[in-house]
């Protein structure tokens, strides 16, 4: 390489590399990346690399788009480390018009689609319980939250389920964000599938039954309707998606080392199979809401907790080399 002709444009710069290694840090040791550093970077990021490019180049783009909240990653097809600036110019140009669209659309941070998940059990038990007063004949040891829908405010309480599922699945693209890797996108997944449960039991009423409303059967039905069995269905994937989320979070708790809260979210799950399984028991119905209110606010303090633990994530420092600073001087002058 000494012969080459492009060796002292080498040499020339040769003196810059303490001062790259500074900045790069242990990122070029071959570790995989650190989650929390780059997980502070909210601003959309555009990662690259050419389809000529070494699989390594590949894997280490994936991962740091991976780890960037809102990183987006594309490949140059046919392109190698020296890449064609025409192929460039379309890339850059693709994600300057995606930028404009979601400024556009006022694309809200990682920590606001995170407040959605703070906001969405608080507003919903604020609203049904406040409603209580207004329906007559409404007995808490025997009518649940969704027989405020059939009641004298039931269009208010079929809004509130549709709101508490909107917000959720706003919230579930936070949490992808924030847990990142696949436990990211399963607990996304799981709280997208519960917001949509929400949604399915606030479009669709159950039937009046165990006398309430006013005229309504003593007990259950004889027959189920239609919408009273698609809001079965929507209960039904809500409680289980549920279920399924708090075990997932006690995983993540306990791998960022929160083993209290990992705990806490283990205890929630279980008091939903415990609940599921006395639903029919005389204390059955008080049990719900004992336990889907205390385990609500537990899901608004978890994503409490993930909003702040971002924002004490620590910024990404370099690493210090002895002679960086002399050797930056020098580039400068």
């Known amino acids: 390489m000494r012969l080459a002709p492009f060796w002292k444009h080498l040499t020339a710069v040769a003196h810059t590399?303490?001062?790259d290694i500074a900045v790069m840090g242990d990122t070029i040791e071959g570790r995989p990346l650190d989650r929390d550093p780059w997980a502070r970077i909210e601003v959309p990021v555009l990662v690259l690399d050419g389809g000529k490019s070494s699989k390594a180049t590949g894997l280490a783009a994936d991962q740091l788009a991976d780890r960037l909240p809102a990183g987006q990653r594309a490949t140059l097809?046919?392109?190698g480390h020296n890449v064609a600036m025409p192929a460039l110019e379309?890339?850059?140009r693709g994600f300057a018009g995606l930028l404009t669209l979601l400024k556009g659309m006022q694309m809200p941070t990682v920590s606001g689609r995170l407040l959605a998940g703070v906001v969405s059990p608080v507003l919903f038990l604020?609203?049904?319980y406040l409603q209580m007063p207004f329906n007559p004949g409404l007995d808490l040891t025997r009518h649940a939250f969704s027989y405020l829908s059939i009641g004298d405010t039931g269009p208010i309480q079929q809004t509130n389920f549709v709101v508490m599922g909107l917000l959720n699945i706003v919230a579930a693209t936070g949490l992808r964000q924030a847990v990142g890797g696949r436990l990211g996108t399963a607990t996304a997944i799981l709280l997208a599938l519960d917001g949509l449960g929400q949604i399915i039991a606030g479009l669709f009423t159950l039937d009046p039954s165990n006398g309430f409303p006013a005229g309504a059967p003593a007990g259950l039905p004889e027959t189920v309707s239609t919408h009273g069995n698609l809001h079965g269905v929507g209960f039904g994937l809500s409680m289980v998606s549920w279920l399924a989320l708090l075990l997932l979070l006690g995983r993540v708790h306990k791998d960022a080392g929160d083993r209290g809260?990992?705990?806490l979210s283990i205890l929630a799950a279980a008091a939903l199979l415990v609940t599921?399984?006395?639903?029919?028991?005389?204390?059955?119905t008080v049990l719900l809401y004992v336990v889907l209110s205390s385990t609500w606010l537990f899901m608004a303090a978890t994503f409490q907790h993930f909003r702040l633990r971002r924002q004490r994530s620590p910024r990404p420092r370099p690493r210090a080399v002895?002679?960086?600073?002399?050797?930056a001087g020098r580039g400068t002058r």
């Not at 599921?276 to 059955?284: E, I, N, R, T, Y």
């Not at 002895?322 to 050797?327: D, E, F, L, V």
């Open 126 to 128: 604020a609203v049904s």
């Open 261 to 263: 809260w990992a705990r």
């Open 17 to 19: 590399l303490p001062a």
């Open 322 to 327: 002895p002679g960086a600073g002399r050797a």
């Open 276 to 284: 599921a399984a006395c639903l029919m028991l005389p204390f059955g």
């Open 77 to 79: 097809p046919g392109q």
């Open 90 to 92: 379309r890339a850059i």
